[in-house]
T-cell receptor, first 112, second 115 residues
């Protein structure tokens, strides 16, 4: 069975600062993918960044980057130069081919 | 707009009634997924189709729930004899069969309230 854990229910950051959201997972699969999704209030889930487990290089998308530690089964998201529009619920997810298994989410507040 | 669309966006129903939701995936995506999300929680997988074939169902999908994708395009999710515990956001997602096969794109969801 796959499990995903986000241990920070809430985080806050000052505008223009950097914040890191934590995620750990457990899977018996050797080939899998990890994702971070953003869900603004009353709006749909948006894919932020993707990491293939077989790749050692950490994924980066503009201000978003991940720290993927495969042995530790850790997959954290770093948001640099935080903007007010980054405020949302962030979900970490893992899949081995079909179903996505999500964590409980981290509510990110960005303070002006 | 070529994203995933869902209809209706909101549905209020009385306990015991049947409801049906529709999902239209991104046109070139062969895979379609249904998830349920309750307040403050992450989405939970319900079922998944590849073209018209339903390949996987979660234990969450009780016998009151049925999903179809008859022509491999849009999908419907029906809940029979609704219960208050069915109140949730029902999310649909799609992904391509080839290439970025595990990258799922979500629709806006249908929020169901059972009174």
């Amino acid at each position: 069975a796959q499990t995903v854990t986000q241990s920070q229910p809430e985080m806050s950051v000052q505008e223009a600062e950097t914040v890191t959201l934590s995620c750990t997972y457990d899977t018996s699969e050797s080939d899998y993918y990890l994702f971070w999704y953003k869900q603004p209030p009353s709006r749909q889930m948006i894919l932020v960044i993707r990491q293939e487990a077989y790749k050692q290089q950490n994924a980066t998308e503009n201000r978003f980057s991940v720290n993927f530690q495969k042995a530790a089964k850790s997959f954290s998201l770093k948001i640099s130069d935080s903007q007010l529009g980054d405020a949302a619920m962030y979900f970490c997810g893992q899949t081995s081919g079909s179903r996505l298994t999500f964590g409980e989410g981290t509510q990110l507040t960005v303070n002006p | 707009d070529t994203g995933v669309s869902q209809d209706p966006r909101h549905k209020i129903t009385k306990r015991g009634q049947n409801v049906t939701f529709r999902c239209d995936p991104i046109s070139e995506h062969n895979r379609l997924y249904w998830y349920r999300q309750t307040l403050g929680q992450g989405p939970e997988f319900l079922t998944y189709f590849q073209n018209e074939a339903q390949l996987e169902k979660s234990r969450l999908l009780s016998d009151r729930f049925s999903a179809e994708r008859p022509k491999g395009s849009f999908s419907t999710l029906e809940i029979q004899r609704t219960e208050q515990g069915d109140s949730a956001m029902y999310l649909c997602a799609s992904s391509p069969l080839l290439g970025l096969v595990n990258e799922q794109y979500f629709g806006p969801g249908t929020r169901l309230t059972v009174t």
